[in-house]
């Protein structure tokens, strides 16, 4: 009962914090978009769920080892700090101009999932294994769209990250998604647990084909900037 009292305590803790340091981006850059100052803490948690989820791994041999087993205190505290920033989030696409249902539910979906492993304290391997794979991407996601503001749109560094970005996106979702996916439907974990790990991977697969799209677009274009001939098929 402590340790479930402890990691609601973390959760609060983390969007109280997260909060603060979105309010500290926007005194510091007021003349900044509050798209911008969100990104900003988005690239912050994304880098940092990408650490902690490393270092709550057993053993590298095997990263999403122990499978359907009960989740450790480091893992529990990786969930904790990305639910924090989920609910976060989901407060701040709120107030956002640029505010979706997609977004929304998104974020609910997430919350309900990783909060479901915290309360059952189990899968904790699968879902960290799911948090990396999904943050592994974000902060050259974010960064895309900070260099547009910043005013590097249009070039070679800004195509650079789009091509970075769709890479990393493409081996994490699609090669590592795949293999995640397999493993958590073939082992004995629980049905919202596996319906999590195929919902992830349909949606990945869709953001595939439009990275996709995306890539080909820009590629393309920056063809027809430079004068090269040739067309991408």
């Not at 004995?188 to 953001?207: C, D, E, H, R």
């Not at 890539?215 to 004068?227: C, D, E, I, P």
Request: net charge neutral; hydrophobic share 50%.
């Amino acid at each position: 009962m402590g340790e479930e009292y402890d990691i609601v305590n973390l959760i609060v803790l983390g969007v109280i914090s997260w909060t603060t340091v979105f309010l500290l981006v926007r005194k510091i850059i007021s003349d900044r978009s509050f798209e911008l100052c969100n990104r900003i803490v988005s690239t912050i948690h994304g880098i940092l769920a990408v650490i902690l989820a490393s270092l709550s791994v057993e053993d590298w041999s095997c990263p999403v080892c122990p499978l359907a087993s009960a989740s450790t205190p480091k893992q529990r505290q990786v969930l904790a700090v990305t639910v924090a920033y989920l609910i976060y989030d989901l407060i701040c696409c709120l107030f956002d101009v640029k505010f979706t249902l997609d977004n929304t539910v998104h974020h609910l979906v997430s919350i309900v999932g990783l909060a479901a492993g915290l309360a059952f304290q189990l899968c904790g391997s699968e879902q960290v294994a799911a948090i990396f794979i999904t943050e592994i991407s974000s902060p050259l996601l974010h960064a895309r769209e900070l260099l547009k503001e910043f005013g590097y749109r249009d070039t070679d560094l800004n195509l650079a990250a789009d091509v970075l970005f769709a890479v990393i996106f493409s081996v994490a979702r699609m090669v590592g998604g795949p293999y995640l996916t397999f493993v958590t439907l073939t082992a004995n974990n629980p049905l919202l647990i596996k319906a999590m790990a195929v919902g992830l991977q349909l949606v990945s697969t869709f953001w595939f084909y439009k990275i996709v799209k995306m890539v080909k677009y820009m590629l393309t274009k920056r063809r027809k900037q430079v004068g090269m001939p040739g067309k991408l098929d």
